[in-house]
């Protein structure tokens, strides 16, 4: 088992940053590769960014792309979402996610934190 806790949303103006922080309990927490997901209001949830169980792979949606930059330190438990230069679109609640497999799709995770709220003002 493994619980997740993300911390880090807010509400920021177009062209800001966020750190989103997501605490994962267990001793097991560098067995899982590490997802970040969205759902805005009204939207399907979505992929965002992915690691590796160690840190060295790492996927990005195309929207998020050159923008966000996900990271993990493993002597922490904690998988981490970097935005840069947020758009109004990026509104969402954000998600993340741990997974024994690899992938984008929602079913390839295990385990889901409860999210936090990023608001971004035009």
């Known amino acids: 088992q493994v619980q997740l806790v993300e911390s880090g949303g807010g509400l920021v103006q177009a062209g800001g940053s966020l750190r989103l922080s997501c605490a994962a309990s267990g001793r097991t927490f560098s067995s899982y590769a590490m997802g970040w997901f969205r759902q805005a209001p009204g939207k399907e949830r979505e992929f965002v960014a992915a690691i590796s169980w160690s840190g060295v792979s790492t996927y990005y949606a195309d929207s998020v792309k050159g923008r966000f930059t996900i990271s993990r330190d493993n002597a922490k438990n904690t998988v981490y979402l970097q935005m840069n230069s947020l758009k109004p679109e990026d509104t969402a609640v954000y998600y993340c996610?741990?997974?024994?497999?690899w992938g984008t799709g929602l079913r390839n995770y295990d385990y889901w934190g409860q999210g936090t709220q990023v608001t971004v003002s035009s």
């Open positions: 996610a741990a997974t024994t497999r």
